[in-house]
Every structure is written in C-alpha cells, then in structure tokens.
C-alpha cells in the first residue's frame, strides 16, 4: 500500500492533481453564539438578582383587564392609544408590555414582592431604525408595608451605575404613567459624546431610558390590595435599546433579521 501510494504521487494523479495539499489545516466549523439581546437580558437579570429581585414571567396573549384596566387604563383613556396593539378573537390581544406580569404576581400572593418581568411584547408600529412591532422589555415591581420613592431612586441608580459605569451621570425627571404616581423618566448622560451632546442624544447630553413612579392606589385596589396598608413603586425599560446602546448599534431591525455577518460582530 506504500509503494502504491508513493507512485501515485509520483505519478501526479489522485487528490494531488487537483491541486490539494492535505498537510494545510481542516476548515474550522462555524461556532454559532448567544443573541445580542439573550447576553443582554442575562446581564439585566444578573444585576437584579444582586439586588434581590426573582424573575417572574407571564404569557404574551392576555386579556384587557390585564393589560388595561387593572392597570388604570380604561377603554375611554387616551393612554390606550400609544399601546396600540394587535386584537385577537374572544377580547384576547397580545400584551403591549409585560406590565400584566405585575397584575398577576399582585392576584396570586401578598406582600411583600419584589419581582423583574422580562419579556416580549408587542405593539402596532411602523417599524423603523428605532421603532418594531416586537420588541423586549424588563419591568420591576415592588410591595410592601414602607416601600418609598427613595428606595425607587436608589435601586434605579445603583443598577445604571452597574449597566455602565459608576461615573454615568443619572437624572430623574417628572413624568407620566397612568399607573404610577407620582411618575419620573429616569435619563443618563449620553455615552457616546460624554454629555457634550450629539445626534444620538438629540443635543441634549442625555438619552431617555426608562419610566418609573410609584404604584398608583387604583392598581392596588384592582389586585385587591388596601393601598392604605401597602405601598410600592414599579419601573420598565427596553431591552433593544439597551442592548443597542451596550452594543453601539444605530438600527433596531438588525437584533431580528438573524443575519450572522451581523451576529458575528456584536
């Protein structure tokens, strides 16, 4: 077999005529990795679980009461008209934000909680460059006997210094959400110039990236709870935006078309 193969190179037949040099090294495989957005809501997750929240889910077809009206969001208010989403048979949709997660922690045990609620959600959107008719999002909710709007500001604050540095300035502002009050956007100082400001803060040296306040009483009433002997406050964000910002992606549609030029650079 040795001669063989000796007068077959000799010979220049077989593999060698084809121009193949078995002694360079076999292709790599293709490795895939984890989403952008899974890395990104395990660094979330992880942050809170450090600051004694558990993770609590729901499933993404609710009910208006869920969705709305536990949360003081009647059919007639105007709010409902930024939470457009897509109707189902039966009065069933699928849930705007994973707020309904809250709804249903609150229905099942007393306090004290203090939970996070990540997730998908979806809304009627145009998608675009910031914009997706699905998308992600991670809220909060905490409940107890003396929960206070301090609290809010320090577990906020304590989880945007972890996110991106303890040199990040953090700015809370007055806002709006009809179920919390009093209610606060909670903004950073723009990551990409520093706070001088640029076109990805507006000019303004500040990025808008969550809304927080406290839970309004009707929310308790609706859940069943006194909101005299309980208090609590909540907060949301969106993940993509995070994971855009961490990532320093201009363009939201890239995290769901599953290209992997793409994946393979973040």
Same mark, same amino acid.
């Given at each position: 077999?040795?001669?063989?193969?000796?007068?077959?190179?000799?010979?220049? $037949?077989?593999?060698?005529?084809? =121009?193949?040099?078995?002694?360079?090294?076999?292709?790599?495989?293709?490795?895939?990795?984890r989403h952008?957005?899974?890395?990104? +809501?395990?660094?979330?997750?992880?942050?809170?679980?450090?600051?004694?929240?558990?993770?609590?889910?729901?499933?993404?077809?609710?009910?208006?009461?869920?969705?709305?009206?536990?949360?003081?969001?009647?059919?007639?208010?105007? $709010?409902?008209?930024?939470?457009?989403?897509?109707?189902?048979?039966?009065?069933?949709?699928?849930?705007?934000?994973?707020?309904?997660?809250?709804?249903?922690?609150?229905?099942?045990?007393?306090?004290? @909680?203090? @939970?996070?609620?990540?997730?998908?959600?979806?809304?009627?959107?145009?998608?675009?460059? $910031?914009?997706?008719?699905? +998308?992600?999002?991670?809220? =909060?909710?905490?409940? =107890?006997?003396?929960?206070?709007?301090?609290?809010?500001?320090?577990?906020?604050?304590?989880?945007?210094?972890?996110? +991106?540095?303890?040199?990040?300035?953090?700015?809370?502002?007055?806002?709006?959400?009809?179920?919390?009050?009093?209610?606060?956007?909670?903004? @950073?100082?723009?990551?990409?110039?520093?706070?001088?400001?640029?076109?990805?803060?507006?000019?303004?040296?500040?990025?808008?990236?969550?809304?927080?306040?406290?839970?309004?009483?009707?929310? +308790?009433?609706?859940?069943?709870y006194d909101?005299?002997?309980?208090?609590?406050?909540?907060?949301?964000?969106?993940?993509?935006?995070?994971?855009?910002?961490?990532? =320093?992606?201009?363009? @939201?549609r890239l995290?769901?078309?599953?290209?992997?030029?793409?994946?393979?650079?973040?």
């Open positions: 077999l040795l001669d063989a193969a000796r007068q077959r190179i000799a010979s220049g $037949s077989g593999s060698e005529r084809a =121009g193949l040099d078995v002694t360079l090294p076999g292709r790599a495989p293709w490795v895939g990795r952008p957005l899974k890395r990104t +809501f395990e660094r979330l997750e992880r942050i809170f679980l450090g600051l004694g929240f558990q993770v609590a889910e729901g499933p993404h077809v609710e009910d208006e009461f869920h969705n709305f009206d536990a949360l003081n969001i009647p059919a007639e208010h105007p $709010s409902r008209d930024a939470w457009d989403t897509f109707y189902l048979e039966g009065g069933l949709l699928l849930r705007t934000h994973t707020s309904p997660v809250q709804i249903r922690e609150m229905q099942s045990r007393r306090p004290p @909680i203090r @939970i996070i609620a990540p997730g998908r959600v979806f809304r009627n959107e145009t998608p675009d460059a $910031s914009h997706a008719a699905e +998308f992600y999002q991670l809220e =909060g909710l905490a409940v =107890g006997h003396d929960v206070r709007f301090g609290e809010l500001k320090g577990v906020l604050t304590s989880f945007l210094h972890e996110l +991106f540095g303890s040199d990040v300035g953090v700015r809370f502002r007055a806002g709006f959400f009809p179920f919390t009050e009093p209610s606060t956007e909670v903004d @950073i100082a723009c990551v990409v110039c520093g706070g001088e400001g640029c076109p990805v803060c507006k000019r303004t040296g500040w990025v808008e990236l969550l809304g927080a306040g406290m839970v309004d009483p009707r929310v +308790f009433e609706a859940v069943g909101p005299d002997e309980v208090t609590g406050y909540a907060f949301g964000l969106g993940v993509d935006r995070i994971c855009m910002m961490l990532s =320093g992606m201009d363009d @939201i995290l769901l078309e599953n290209d992997t030029r793409f994946l393979k650079t973040v």
